[in-house]
């Protein structure tokens, strides 16, 4: 089966001589759910305007479905679908006219777009914004506007570029779960966030990138299994004036009932129960400091 | 199958021209105070200026009184104006909010959005020489000699400053940037093109200056194809309207193509 998205050594020199992208090799399968993850500058958005034509690359191939975006252009371009960072719409527009337009230039006659418009209205919970110019819209439901329109034309391949960013959470929740039955239903999605616990709960398979590489990437289950150390937050039940020795872990004090523990991955965390334990100390709740994907990632990125 | 593939890709890029063609008549539909009321106020103003209170005292031009010598000039100078701005105005907003993404992501030909954005400018420069004709018909009896050729001149007309309009807006930066060509270019063309005057009454030197302003030609084709009467052959210029659409149009698609002023 042919990859839903390929690139091969991808290459982006601005005219600024900024080297963006430095050489990607990238394979996503088809009904992925891949997360593209870096700091900021790493070059995913480049990477992702360069898939979406809205890029021109210096050297290398994309590859959407097969379709090069350069010699089958049209076909290529006919499978994505993109809800990029920043809003993008005529804000004196419809909302559902916006999507109308939107499927027009795929090709969608004006009386099939409106019920493929509809539904993707419902879905998302704006058929009752739809005479809504954009721009009275709040800021969740203009990503929620930039869903639909990328959805209109039934892609194959969804690219969502920070889709999240300034919504929230309750509104987060519901476009995520929206986003994994759209990737049960067989839509290939590629998204690229900040919030790295989103990745790992939704993504099967990760790419990290920094300064224009891809420095690691598999599927998310095998990547998160590297990571090396893992912090952990304590809430004790007595004030504590210094944090506790417990033997082969690191512990520091946070507040008087807040305890961090440094987990290598060999070791197990029984071990700090018994130790807090035989020192009177009871624990009353345990959490990761950060979620286990941004802990690999900051140890990658190296910050 | 190649065939049919083909077949199936002129469809979806006829559906999206008609998309953009559609989408650029609502808009100046839509703001129709600020797109077709003006150009009545402001020819109606020049024909009451310059065609009753000053052509009154003028003798006739070429045989015609000069309030209808200039009645093609001042429709034409209408339909350039207007469909320069529709299209500048329009593709711009679209590049300066973003939205030209929405197309550019897509499987459109540049040739194609550039079609439909051009055709948008012609519809509006259409729809304005009916009002001003209409506005005219207050003044003096409009006479269409040759109602075919007026069409097509009113339409190539239309169409090269709907491509000049688009070319202007691919390298603007600023709103600012859009009124430049106007105030600089087109305002004293238009004035220079023979719309108050016949070139003939010019000093040989002038009239051979006049001779390389594109504008000169459609205003004399149009005066033609209106009242029968023209500083210029017909034939030749229809050739320079033709060739300045036909530059401007291969002008236009180049710079989509590579993006200038859209992608980086």
Redesign the interface.
């Given at each position: 089966m042919v990859p839903a998205l390929k690139l091969a050594g991808l290459k982006k020199v601005y005219r600024n001589r900024v080297e963006a992208v430095r050489g990607i090799d990238l394979e996503v399968a088809q009904g992925d759910f891949f997360a593209l993850l870096g700091p900021n500058g790493a070059g995913k958005s480049t990477a992702i305007g360069i898939i979406c034509s809205l890029i021109n690359k210096t050297s290398g191939t994309v590859q959407v479905f097969g379709h090069d975006i350069d010699t089958e252009w049209a076909a290529a371009r006919a499978c994505i679908g993109l809800v990029p960072q920043e809003f993008n719409f005529n804000v004196w527009e419809p909302v559902e006219e916006i999507l109308i337009n939107q499927a027009g230039y795929y090709g969608i006659p004006r009386r099939v777009a409106r019920g493929r418009a509809e539904e993707a209205l419902v879905e998302l919970g704006l058929w009752d914004k739809r005479r809504a110019v954009a721009r009275s819209l709040s800021g969740g439901m203009k990503r929620r506007l930039m869903i639909a329109r990328a959805l209109v034309h039934r892609p194959r391949l969804l690219i969502l570029d920070e889709p999240t960013a300034g919504v929230d959470i309750e509104i987060r929740r519901s476009m995520w779960n929206f986003m994994r039955e759209t990737n049960r239903q067989g839509t290939t999605i590629i998204l690229t966030t900040h919030y790295l616990e989103e990745a790992e709960n939704v993504c099967r398979r990760v790419a990290i990138i920094d300064r224009g590489v891809i420095i690691e990437q598999g599927d998310m289950a095998t990547l998160l299994r590297k990571l090396h150390r893992e912090t952990f937050v304590l809430s004790v039940d007595q004030a504590l004036g210094m944090a506790p020795e417990l033997e082969g872990y690191a512990t520091r004090l946070v507040d008087a009932h807040t305890l961090e523990v440094e987990v290598e991955s060999e070791r197990d965390i029984n071990a700090i129960f018994r130790g807090l334990d035989a020192m009177g100390i009871r624990v009353q709740t345990l959490r990761n400091k950060a979620n286990r994907l941004e802990e690999l990632f900051l140890g990658l990125v190296g910050k | 199958m190649a065939r049919l593939r083909s077949l199936l890709?002129m469809?979806?890029?006829?559906?999206?021209f008609?998309?953009?063609f559609t989408?650029e008549i609502v808009r100046f539909m839509r703001i129709w105070i600020q797109t077709l009321v003006p150009p009545a106020i402001t020819m109606g103003l020049y024909f009451i200026i310059f065609g009753e209170l000053l052509g009154k005292n003028l003798p006739p031009v070429n045989g015609i009184s000069f309030m209808d010598y200039i009645v093609p000039g001042i429709i034409l100078m209408a339909v350039i104006t207007n469909a320069y701005g529709n299209v500048v105005a329009s593709f711009f907003?679209?590049k300066h909010?973003?939205?030209v993404?929405?197309?550019?992501?897509?499987?459109?030909r540049p040739s194609i959005i550039v079609a439909g954005y051009v055709s948008g400018g012609i519809a509006r420069g259409i729809v304005v020489a009916f009002i001003v004709g209409i506005v005219a018909m207050a003044f003096t009896e409009v006479k269409v000699e040759q109602p075919w050729l007026a069409g097509l001149v009113l339409v190539l007309t239309a169409s090269l400053f709907s491509l000049g309009g688009f070319i202007n807006a691919v390298f603007s930066k600023t709103f600012d940037d859009i009124s430049i060509i106007p105030t600089f270019v087109l305002t004293p063309l238009t004035y220079l093109g023979g719309v108050f005057y016949s070139v003939e009454i010019l000093p040989a030197l002038w009239r051979d200056v006049s001779a390389l302003n594109p504008i000169l030609y459609m205003v004399n084709a149009f005066r033609y194809a209106l009242l029968g009467t023209t500083d210029v052959d017909l034939g030749l210029s229809l050739a320079v309207i033709l060739a300045f659409n036909g530059v401007f149009a291969v002008i236009a698609v180049g710079l989509l193509r590579k993006?200038v002023g859209i992608?980086?």
């Amino acid at each position: 089966m042919v990859p839903a998205l390929k690139l091969a050594g991808l290459k982006k020199v601005y005219r600024n001589r900024v080297e963006a992208v430095r050489g990607i090799d990238l394979e996503v399968a088809q009904g992925d759910f891949f997360a593209l993850l870096g700091p900021n500058g790493a070059g995913k958005s480049t990477a992702i305007g360069i898939i979406c034509s809205l890029i021109n690359k210096t050297s290398g191939t994309v590859q959407v479905f097969g379709h090069d975006i350069d010699t089958e252009w049209a076909a290529a371009r006919a499978c994505i679908g993109l809800v990029p960072q920043e809003f993008n719409f005529n804000v004196w527009e419809p909302v559902e006219e916006i999507l109308i337009n939107q499927a027009g230039y795929y090709g969608i006659p004006r009386r099939v777009a409106r019920g493929r418009a509809e539904e993707a209205l419902v879905e998302l919970g704006l058929w009752d914004k739809r005479r809504a110019v954009a721009r009275s819209l709040s800021g969740g439901m203009k990503r929620r506007l930039m869903i639909a329109r990328a959805l209109v034309h039934r892609p194959r391949l969804l690219i969502l570029d920070e889709p999240t960013a300034g919504v929230d959470i309750e509104i987060r929740r519901s476009m995520w779960n929206f986003m994994r039955e759209t990737n049960r239903q067989g839509t290939t999605i590629i998204l690229t966030t900040h919030y790295l616990e989103e990745a790992e709960n939704v993504c099967r398979r990760v790419a990290i990138i920094d300064r224009g590489v891809i420095i690691e990437q598999g599927d998310m289950a095998t990547l998160l299994r590297k990571l090396h150390r893992e912090t952990f937050v304590l809430s004790v039940d007595q004030a504590l004036g210094m944090a506790p020795e417990l033997e082969g872990y690191a512990t520091r004090l946070v507040d008087a009932h807040t305890l961090e523990v440094e987990v290598e991955s060999e070791r197990d965390i029984n071990a700090i129960f018994r130790g807090l334990d035989a020192m009177g100390i009871r624990v009353q709740t345990l959490r990761n400091k950060a979620n286990r994907l941004e802990e690999l990632f900051l140890g990658l990125v190296g910050k | 199958m190649a065939r049919l593939r083909s077949l199936l890709l002129m469809d979806t890029e006829v559906v999206a021209f008609r998309t953009i063609f559609t989408k650029e008549i609502v808009r100046f539909m839509r703001i129709w105070i600020q797109t077709l009321v003006p150009p009545a106020i402001t020819m109606g103003l020049y024909f009451i200026i310059f065609g009753e209170l000053l052509g009154k005292n003028l003798p006739p031009v070429n045989g015609i009184s000069f309030m209808d010598y200039i009645v093609p000039g001042i429709i034409l100078m209408a339909v350039i104006t207007n469909a320069y701005g529709n299209v500048v105005a329009s593709f711009f907003s679209t590049k300066h909010q973003h939205y030209v993404e929405e197309m550019i992501i897509a499987p459109i030909r540049p040739s194609i959005i550039v079609a439909g954005y051009v055709s948008g400018g012609i519809a509006r420069g259409i729809v304005v020489a009916f009002i001003v004709g209409i506005v005219a018909m207050a003044f003096t009896e409009v006479k269409v000699e040759q109602p075919w050729l007026a069409g097509l001149v009113l339409v190539l007309t239309a169409s090269l400053f709907s491509l000049g309009g688009f070319i202007n807006a691919v390298f603007s930066k600023t709103f600012d940037d859009i009124s430049i060509i106007p105030t600089f270019v087109l305002t004293p063309l238009t004035y220079l093109g023979g719309v108050f005057y016949s070139v003939e009454i010019l000093p040989a030197l002038w009239r051979d200056v006049s001779a390389l302003n594109p504008i000169l030609y459609m205003v004399n084709a149009f005066r033609y194809a209106l009242l029968g009467t023209t500083d210029v052959d017909l034939g030749l210029s229809l050739a320079v309207i033709l060739a300045f659409n036909g530059v401007f149009a291969v002008i236009a698609v180049g710079l989509l193509r590579k993006g200038v002023g859209i992608k980086s």
